[in-house]
């Protein structure tokens, strides 16, 4: 490893791949030293304007002697096949969320990480963001009173959009859409918030979106002391972006589209705050930097990884049974 930077192979250069990479330019103590994708033309339209190598296959980026550690950024059924065969070459592992929608599979994921003594990093959630920070803050101090229910509604009319040769439009490779595109924003701030819930309701459903995905959802988790979490999420529905809290003295909601801001609603007085969109993959990517050069475990981690992979498991559980599904958190 350069002592003076950290060199990062992307795997996969699509769309999301781009905020990684505007980013990296950015970043400090790391630089693309290689990347791999399905289409050649993209691979090294990457490195001609981020530097690197453009290489023909994910052995030959692994085998690059000056990639350190990897960017996962392929589709989501592919994340977990890409980070074992990285751990396995010795690379250490950033993946975009959610890393994994199989609690099995994140297992795995964890368990070949702590083997080889490597990083895995789950990246490009809101647990950096100033108003997510404030939102938990808001609900900590008392501020709502003893918090009893948690919504959210993350959505946009994204189906009528999509390719027909999208990953995201394959049934088989994106059986749970709505909640692992749109809604997983909403599944990591509760998790950050308030935690695992005791049990997990949900359904999903095809209104008229050309695509084999389904195209909306919605989920209600139960906490052990009566807390409730509901989350409605689609891929048809005009655009939201929010998640409130409420207990008997307020409200706190944060409002992503609403210039990022948290609004508090309390008795006799309403505050609205806005807050400047931090350069959260940025903040991430240095995160990971200095994970690897301390070995410290990283803030979005094994324990994230297998939470909100564990949410998955119940909501698919869920909707395939017709009942409550038991959720069994990560205990280490």
Same mark, same amino acid.
């Given at each position: 490893?350069?002592?003076?930077?950290? !060199?990062?192979?992307?795997?996969?250069?699509?769309?999301?791949?781009?905020?990684?990479?505007?980013?990296?330019?950015?970043?400090?103590?790391?630089?693309?030293?290689?990347?791999?994708?399905?289409?050649?033309?993209? %691979?090294?339209?990457?490195?001609?304007?981020?530097?690197? #190598?453009?290489?023909?296959?994910?052995?030959?980026?692994?085998?690059?002697?000056?990639?350190?550690?990897?960017?996962? %950024?392929?589709?989501?059924?592919?994340?977990?096949?890409?980070?074992?065969?990285?751990?396995?070459?010795?690379?250490?592992?950033?993946?975009?969320?959610?890393?994994?929608?199989?609690?099995?599979?994140?297992?795995?994921?964890?368990? #070949?990480?702590? %083997?080889? !003594?490597?990083?895995?990093? =789950?990246?490009?959630?809101?647990?950096?963001?100033?108003?997510?920070?404030?939102?938990?803050?808001?609900?900590?101090?008392?501020?709502?009173?003893?918090?009893?229910?948690?919504?959210?509604?993350?959505?946009?009319?994204?189906?009528?959009?999509?390719?027909?040769?999208? &990953?995201?439009?394959?049934?088989?490779?994106?059986?749970?859409?709505?909640?692992?595109?749109?809604?997983?924003?909403?599944?990591?701030?509760?998790?950050?918030?308030?935690?695992?819930?005791?049990?997990? /309701?949900?359904?999903?459903?095809? $209104?008229? +979106?050309?695509?084999?995905?389904?195209?909306?959802?919605?989920?209600?988790?139960?906490? %052990?002391?009566?807390?409730?979490?509901?989350?409605?999420?689609?891929?048809?529905?005009?655009?939201?972006?929010?998640?409130?809290?409420?207990?008997?003295? +307020?409200?706190?909601? &944060?409002? $992503?589209?609403?210039?990022?801001?948290?609004?508090?609603?309390?008795?006799?007085?309403?505050?609205?705050?806005?807050?400047? /969109?931090?350069?959260?993959?940025?903040?991430?990517?240095?995160?990971?930097?200095?994970?690897?050069?301390?070995?410290?475990?990283?803030?979005?981690? =094994?324990?994230?990884?297998?939470?909100?992979?564990?949410?998955?498991?119940?909501? +698919?559980? /869920?909707?395939?049974?017709?009942?409550?599904?038991?959720?069994?958190?990560?205990?280490?």
């Amino acid at each position: 490893m350069n002592k003076n930077s950290v !060199g990062l192979g992307l795997i996969g250069c699509g769309g999301y791949a781009r905020l990684n990479l505007d980013a990296l330019a950015r970043a400090q103590g790391l630089h693309l030293a290689g990347a791999y994708d399905l289409d050649p033309a993209r %691979s090294r339209a990457t490195c001609d304007q981020f530097g690197g #190598r453009a290489v023909a296959s994910l052995a030959e980026l692994l085998g690059l002697p000056g990639v350190d550690a990897v960017i996962v %950024s392929t589709p989501n059924r592919q994340h977990c096949a890409d980070t074992l065969a990285s751990l396995d070459a010795g690379k250490h592992v950033f993946v975009n969320i959610p890393a994994t929608i199989s609690a099995d599979e994140a297992r795995r994921m964890i368990a #070949r990480a702590r %083997s080889a !003594g490597r990083v895995l990093m =789950a990246g490009a959630n809101h647990r950096k963001n100033p108003a997510v920070l404030a939102l938990q803050r808001a609900v900590a101090s008392g501020a709502i009173g003893l918090p009893h229910s948690m919504q959210a509604s993350v959505s946009s009319p994204t189906a009528y959009k999509l390719a027909a040769d999208s &990953w995201r439009a394959d049934a088989q490779g994106a059986p749970l859409l709505p909640f692992s595109q749109m809604g997983i924003i909403a599944l990591e701030v509760a998790l950050m918030i308030w935690g695992p819930p005791a049990q997990v /309701s949900a359904f999903i459903a095809k $209104r008229d +979106g050309p695509t084999a995905t389904p195209d909306h959802g919605t989920m209600i988790a139960k906490y %052990s002391d009566g807390r409730l979490f509901s989350l409605a999420c689609s891929y048809i529905a005009y655009k939201s972006y929010w998640i409130t809290v409420a207990g008997p003295k +307020g409200t706190a909601t &944060w409002d $992503r589209i609403d210039g990022n801001c948290l609004r508090i609603d309390a008795d006799p007085t309403v505050a609205r705050t806005p807050y400047e /969109s931090k350069d959260e993959q940025l903040d991430e990517l240095h995160e990971l930097r200095d994970c690897i050069l301390s070995g410290q475990e990283p803030s979005v981690g =094994a324990e994230c990884i297998y939470n909100l992979a564990e949410f998955y498991r119940t909501i +698919g559980e /869920s909707i395939a049974s017709g009942r409550a599904t038991a959720f069994v958190p990560w205990s280490g």
